[in-house]
């Protein structure tokens, strides 16, 4: 197998390493902005010096961002190339135009280091699939905001360096916004409840809120009461009903989800007949991420491309009431009142989020059953 790599940041050098040891595969060329020089691979700054050598049937994309990620994969597929990719966004918003694409070329297309770094959990998505229907998926799906919330938790630590280390440890994003304004996590579960629900969801209805409004005094309130806060995405698919979105939550803190440390992941899926299945591991970083990569390529030399297509376009019913908790100033009705903030129920996902993105600045979880 003859690669060209397209990135060469935290992940496109993880994957290089790699395969440095592995034989059958070859890092033939690497295009980044980087001024970097390789014993054994020409650098590049022009993408078409992939594109056009004839010699590369597998083209690795690793720089993150959907543009211009996506029009170097679609010329690369145009040209007769296998893809494996690990870039999230471009996944999440550009699958149903490029998987029929492959299927139309006879080309191999992956992407399992889109979703939870090392864990295979989109892999484990699609194997479910064949034997029994998905009607659950979510959990802790970004590294750097559980770095976070992990550290200001267990050691008091401040938010911003806190979020300084997640940078420099290669967790975060180019833009760390990404992650803890939620928008990664978002694209990781509408990617994944596509897949386990052959759907092709309508993103606009998944509401998104991060954790970058957190205090230092939210964390000490929670632990007050018996709870740790935790970023979660929910993709549910009952009753004919798809419920979906992403917020901080609070769970017990002897649940399996606050013991999660660190950049690591958890991430679950309730089947009809396997029941809840949960799948925990480095969620961000250079070879946990770059593991799942390589895992791809091997899958590729041994003829297994990806995923199933997307199935219809389907709307999102968040009218699901949860109780919250708020800190800011809530305009109804409060049932309990801790410290400065307030705990409410019975309002539905839809209606907080709409406050919220009304009220910037204020913090809300979503408190788990
Ligand atoms: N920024 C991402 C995270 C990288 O922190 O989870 C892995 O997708």
Not at 36 to 49: E, G, I, M
Not at 149 to 155: A, G, I, P, S, V
């Amino acid at each position: 197998m003859r690669i060209g790599l397209l990135g060469f940041g935290v992940v496109g050098r993880g994957v290089y390493d790699i395969v440095a040891s592995k034989p059958d595969i070859e890092v033939v060329k690497v295009c980044c902005l980087e001024e970097v020089s390789l014993p054994d691979a020409v650098v590049t700054k022009d993408f078409n010096d992939i594109l056009t050598d004839d010699t590369i049937d597998t083209v690795v994309e690793a720089m993150g961002g959907v543009h211009p990620a996506y029009e170097f994969v679609r010329a690369a597929m145009e040209a007769g190339k296998h893809i494996v990719t690990s870039n999230k966004a471009l996944v999440a918003s550009c699958y149903d135009e490029l998987l029929p694409l492959a299927k139309e070329k006879g080309l191999k297309f992956r992407c399992t280091a889109a979703v939870g770094g090392g864990i295979g959990w989109l892999s484990e998505v699609e194997r479910s699939r064949r034997v029994q229907t998905i009607y659950q998926v979510g959990g802790i799906m970004n590294g750097t905001c559980n770095y976070i919330l992990d550290n200001m938790t267990r050691l008091g630590l401040d938010y911003n360096d806190v979020l300084k280390e997640a940078q420099a440890l290669g967790y975060a994003e180019a833009n760390p916004s990404t992650d803890v304004d939620g928008i990664d996590t978002w694209h990781k579960v509408i990617l994944s409840s596509n897949i386990a629900f052959g759907v092709s969801l309508n993103r606009d209805q998944v509401p998104v809120a991060g954790i970058s409004a957190i205090s230092a005094a939210d964390v000490e309130n929670f632990k007050a009461h018996g709870y740790v806060c935790k970023l979660i995405s929910t993709g549910k698919h009952l009753d004919g009903k798809y419920s979906v979105y992403v917020h901080p939550t609070l769970v017990k803190s002897n649940a399996l989800e606050a013991n999660v440390p660190m950049n690591y992941n958890l991430i679950t899926l309730v089947g009809d007949t396997s029941g809840r299945m949960s799948f925990y591991g480095q969620g961000a970083g250079r070879y946990p991420t770059a593991y799942n990569v390589v895992q791809d390529l091997v899958d590729l030399l041994e003829g297994r491309g990806f995923y199933s297509t997307y199935g219809e376009s389907v709307d999102v019913d968040n009218s699901e009431a949860l109780t919250w908790y708020v800190r800011g100033s809530w305009p109804g009705a409060a049932d309990e009142t801790w410290g400065d903030a307030v705990i409410v129920k019975n309002v539905s996902v839809d209606e907080m989020h709409a406050w919220r993105k009304e009220n910037p600045g204020v913090f809300i979880a979503a408190i788990a059953e």
